[in-house]
């Protein structure tokens, strides 16, 4: 079972930005893809922000297309989420895990959640 440890959320204002890390236990972080999800408050489901394959694709929703970039260090077993020019609507609490099936917008996950870390954009 592979483990996430996601940091680097905070309170920020509306244009700011933020760097988001999530490290993973195990092996073989570099052979399978990656993503960031996000669970606005009040709803129930996590929604996929961005993913990134085993050989550095990527994909975003386009809610943050444009905005965020997603990348990773497997040297590290890091992945990084860099969010720039944040709005109101992005706050939420984000998620990393690996996700299951080669769909970019799947839902599905492998592993269990991890903590998660809170990013609020607010003045």
């Known amino acids: 079972q592979v483990q996430f440890v996601e940091s680097g959320g905070d309170l920020v204002q509306p244009g700011g930005s933020l760097r988001l890390s999530c490290t993973a236990s195990?092996?073989?972080?570099?052979?399978?893809?990656m993503a960031w999800y996000r669970q606005a408050p009040g709803k129930k489901q996590r929604e996929l922000v961005a993913?990134?394959?085993?050989?550095?694709?990527?994909y975003y929703a386009d809610s943050v297309k444009g905005r965020f970039t997603i990348s990773r260090n497997n040297a590290k077993n890091t992945m990084y989420l860099q969010m720039n020019s944040l709005k109101p609507e992005d706050t939420a609490v984000y998620y990393c895990?690996?996700?299951?099936?080669?769909?970019?917008?799947?839902?599905?996950?492998?592993?269990?959640w991890g903590q998660g870390t809170q990013v609020t954009v607010s003045s």
């Open positions: 895990n690996r996700p299951l099936g080669s769909a970019p917008l799947a839902s599905a996950v492998v592993y269990s």
């Open positions: 993913r990134i394959s085993a050989g550095d694709s990527t």
């Open positions: 195990g092996r073989a972080f570099n052979m399978y893809d």
